[in-house]
């Protein structure tokens, strides 16, 4: 057996992005002995990479915004897919997340009168991002970072988590994985687990997501007995860079449209015009000449479609391109050079400025941008109970992206980043809460570990030529193909067959070299959990017959009432994924007058 | 396929009549804490690409235990810092079009921190010295439960908030990437610009002056501006940070109510003219850049 290093905590967090920091934070202020575990360096995860803001019901800007319309236009944003009770708790309790987040030492740019400036965002009622110029992530990593520092988390670093470990009711009482700089394996006993491993975008040719987004949370969850829903809504940004190749995917911020900017086809036509859903049309300006007046006077006129949630951007994009309208490199123009002082451009959007003049040689303040959709978000997930984050398995929490429901078929721009302090406290708390109830220390079963060792391992044993990062290109290949942004019967079935070919390729995976830094043999690892999740998303999306949100079908345009209410779930059963159709949580009524009152 | 070079750098130029793509060798620092050397790789760069790209491809393809760290591939976390024909620079944000191809482009992790594998080093100094800075402490919300904060005294501070920890200005410093034993006694140029930050933070209640300058040892920085020149995020580290924080300290002594008010209004006190001057000065006496390390001489 393979020698491995022990430690016991009260609460283990895996996963360093927000969600993972703000419930280790929470765990460790309630008392809790917690480990903060995390696949990179601290301060690296995909938090970071978040851009336009973080969406809170201030009403700093507008007096008038409140949390009743922020869960609204979460709802709304979320084709009604969403777990009413999490949009409910995250539009009351935002605000505070964001407060706290100033009192850890973010800067957030400031009104006239000093308090937090907020902008505008796609599906969003009201001015409602507080944000940081375009760097939004960034600074709320940063403070996250600080503070877990500063109360003295214990944070293990580059370790990977390969499996969790459960005792002999199913309770989860621990973790095995390795850490990458050694290959040494470590063993964490844990009264209680927090998943917090964001998303899954890597399994994508075209993603905005950083190296770590491979779906290992949900995999590890699934792997445990959790459930998975809704694994069908994949959020396909609009705005991801087309040009050059290598950079095709990389997210720009929706903090353009936002500050001013305009989609524009091949002939120059604002075609966001010809796209406006009747879902969206009372709230919705109808001509060029209204969505420029929004602009000075948000109070008299409707908002420009170019700022309609990200689903229906998506979709009106991919489909001027395959109308032959695109851009030269396939996508379309996103023009503020046109709209904008360069002055005004380069303080609003440092970021966007230095990233298109270093990767692409484009001045955005004289030239407009190519952008098309690229694979950003997931809202499916871990299945939770909406107030302690508990998932079907005792014992485990889930939070942020890594978990379903908050976001239903599409999430909002700036809703994320919320999301990841709101529910990372609840975790961090809930997981606490229930480990500080438990005495004495987790008994971990030594042949379990044995067992997880013993199959990370045997990828150095595997006698063939098969190896990671080819069937990493493949399963790429095949979900960019086939479980893409628009999405058909046929094709989804071909995907499934494919994946269970690939599902094979994997397991015969040969890694050469030691257990040193061996990225071919993290490779072979995480590809585990992208197999999984792709797997999870496919059976999803062959089930839901419909178009919802992040989810499009050809053969099934439209809402369909026999889905209206259902979450599409996935387990493991005996090895095999099994979906099932279950009814969603029932909104109760008072909470359905905020949409009557809402509508005008 | 992996072609050994052994320690002499022998290959010819390889000019390409109808660039692009013209093949080009990938010059890359292999080994471990025991020891190592440069392995050269044959790549065709594609268009628009960067180093990072590249070394992925080799990665790919020809050596699938190559050790690289990366994590956004946008220049937004810092993870892939390395030494590109000797000069620090983020890997995702180099593109190759800007590199000479007519000779190897040599990559080497970066030289002030130990060697853990390949391109990968340790940097946990920098997490240690994170530990120690003396944490931010916020005065009170106003009455109605917010804080508020001019946007003009806070600029400066979301200058520094820029930082992305690449520890690229840690890398270069000459005062810990010559001196190993000074790591105990020195924050570095990225502490500094944290410190600096708490320091110019308008909420903040707490005087690290003392510390700064007994603890964090920021007396042995001579103003090189090394670790402005290589700051992928544009940050004035020298001039915008470390200047002010000396002022401050040899202020301190000798004029506590002056601190007092830059503390309540949170600006950063301006350098009086002649001594801005002589501290360009100083600067520019240094060597612009860091003066390219010969290959491997710091493996």
Known sequence: MTDTERHDFDVVVIGAGGAGLRAAIEARELGARTALVCKSLLGKAHTVMAEGGIAAALGSVWPEDNWEVHFRDTMRGGKMLNNWRMAQIHALEAPDRVLELEEWGALFDRTSDGRILQRDFGGHRYARLAHVGDRTGLEMIRALQHRAVEIGIDVFMECKIVRLLQDDQGAVNGAVGFFRESGRFVTFGAKAVVIATGGLGKAWKFTSNSWECTGDGMALALWAGADLIDMEAIQFHPTGMVWPPSARGLLVTEGVRGDGGVLKNRDGERFMFNYISPFFAAETADSVEEADQWYKNKRDFRRPPDLLPRDEVARAINSEVKAGRGSPHGGVFLDIASRRTPEEIRRLLPSMYHQFKELADVDITTTPMEVGPTCHYAMGGIRVEADTEATTVTGLYAAGEAAGGMHGSNRLGGNSLSDLVVFGRRAGLAAAERALGLPGIPEVSETQVAGVTEHAMSYFANQSHEDAYAVHRDLQETMQALVGIIRTEAELLEARDKLAVLTERASHCAVEGNLQFNPGWHLALDLESMLAVSNCTTLSAIERRESRGGHTREDYPGFRPEFENVNMVTRLVDGEYVLTKEPKPRMPDELATVFEEGAH | ?299
């Not at chain 2, 060798?25 to 628009?48: C, I, K, N």
């Not at chain 2, 690289?68 to 890997?91: D, F, H, Q, T, Y």
């Not at chain 2, 903040?204 to 964090?216: Q, S, V």
């Not at chain 2, 600067?283 to 003066?291: E, G, I, W």
Request: net charge neutral.
């Open chain 2, 1 to 299: 396929m992996a072609i050994d070079t052994g320690p002499a750098p022998s290959q010819a130029p390889q000019p390409s009549p109808e660039p692009p793509p013209a093949d080009l060798v990938m010059r890359l620092w292999r080994g471990d804490a025991s020891g190592g050397r440069f392995q050269d790789y044959h790549v065709t760069p594609q268009e628009g690409e960067v180093v990072l790209d590249v070394v992925h491809r080799i990665q790919a393809t020809q050596a699938p235990d190559l050790a690289v760290r990366w994590n956004c591939k946008a220049g937004k976390c810092g993870s892939c810092s390395a030494e590109i024909n000797g000069r620090p620079r983020l890997m995702c944000m180099t593109r190759m079009s800007t590199l000479p191809t007519d000779e190897p482009i040599t990559i080497s992790p970066m030289r002030a921190f130990p060697i853990m594998r390949d391109l990968v080093t340790d940097v946990s100094y920098n997490f240690e010295v994170a530990k120690l800075i003396p944490a931010f402490k916020p005065r009170p919300r106003d009455p109605d439960g917010l804080y508020r904060m001019a946007q003009v005294d806070i600029d400066r501070g979301q200058e520094f908030h820029k930082c992305i920890e690449c520890f690229l200005c840690q890398n270069v410093c000459h005062v810990i990437r010559d001196h190993e034993d000074n790591k105990p006694r020195y924050a570095g140029p990225r502490f500094f610009v944290r410190l600096a930050e708490l320091e110019m933070h308008p909420l903040d209640t707490l005087d690290r002056r003392d510390y700064i300058h007994r603890d964090m040892g920021i007396g042995l920085c001579n103003i090189t501006k090394c670790c402005t020149e290589v700051c992928p995020e544009d940050i004035h580290i020298t001039d915008n940070a470390i200047i002010p924080l000396k002022e401050r300290i040899v202020d301190s002594r000798y004029d506590p109510v002056a601190w007092l008010g830059r503390k309540i209004t949170g600006r950063p006190a301006p350098l009086p003219a002649a001594q801005a001057r002589k501290h360009t000065g100083a600067a520019h006496q240094q060597p612009a850049a860091p003066a390219p390390p010969k290959p491997g001489a710091g493996a």
